[in-house]
Every structure is written in structure tokens, then in C-alpha cells.
């Protein structure tokens, strides 16, 4: 199971950090994933972890604004989203890929087999 949580209102240049708790098992050799939605449109691709955290992969949307970190020991990831614009407003989503391997990463929402609830991003312009 993954809770996701940080979400809230933000002025746009403003930062906040989601959270993502794993529980009822390790998630440890898991890659992890953060993906975005807005009403009407299709799940999107926002950042990607490895295992142990060393390779990271983002969209270019995000590149360079958005930061994603997990610390094993306490079975969460985090997405550190600093410089935030209006566009970055939704809902985001957390997930969990059991099939990587060490070092790999996953782009596509199609790979991942467990997913949060999702926390509402909202900036305001």
C-alpha cells in the first residue's frame, strides 16, 4: 500500500515536498515513480527512481525544477517540487514497479503495479 501526501495550495515560484509511505511491505527493490493528472487528460510521467536512489530520470517539464529522493530505511520517496507554475497543477500520483532490476528505471505508467491514492496539487498564478 502507498500514501501519498505533502499536497496542497501554492503561489506559483513556491516549493512543496510530497511524501510517499510504503507499508505492508519493503519497498526496497522497487522502483518508484511519481506520474501527474488533470481532469481530462491521461496520466503523465513526472520522475522515476532506481532501487538505491542513484539514477533518476524526469520529464522535461520538470527537469531541473523537481527532485525525487526515497529513503529505504523509512520506505518512502519524496518529490521535492521547487519553482512551481500553474501548469504543474494536479493530481499527483505515486508508484511502485516489482519488476526492475538494480538500476533500472520506469517511464511508463503501464509498468508500475501498485499505486497511491494521489494528493491534489494546486498553484495559484
Known amino acids: 500500500q502507498l500514501q501519498a501526501s505533502g499536497g496542497g495550495l501554492v503561489q506559483a515560484g513556491g516549493s512543496l515536498e510530497l511524501s510517499c509511505a510504503a507499508s505492508?511491505?519493503?519497498?526496497?527493490?522497487?522502483?518508484m515513480g511519481w506520474f501527474r493528472q488533470v481532469p481530462g487528460k491521461e496520466r503523465a510521467f513526472v520522475a522515476t527512481i532506481s532501487w538505491g536512489g542513484r539514477n533518476t530520470y524526469y520529464a522535461n517539464s520538470v527537469k531541473g525544477r523537481f527532485t525525487i529522493s526515497r529513503d529505504n530505511n523509512k520506505n518512502t520517496v519524496y518529490l521535492r517540487m521547487n519553482s512551481l507554475k500553474p501548469e504543474d497543477t494536479a493530481v499527483y500520483y505515486c508508484?511502485?514497479?516489482?519488476?526492475?532490476?538494480?538500476?533500472?528505471?520506469?517511464?511508463?505508467?503501464?509498468?508500475?503495479?501498485?499505486w497511491g491514492q494521489g494528493t491534489l496539487v494546486t498553484v495559484s498564478s
Open positions: 508508484a511502485a514497479d516489482e519488476n526492475g532490476v538494480s538500476g533500472s528505471l520506469s517511464i511508463s505508467f503501464d509498468r508500475y503495479e501498485f
Open positions: 505492508g511491505r519493503s519497498f526496497g527493490r522497487y522502483v
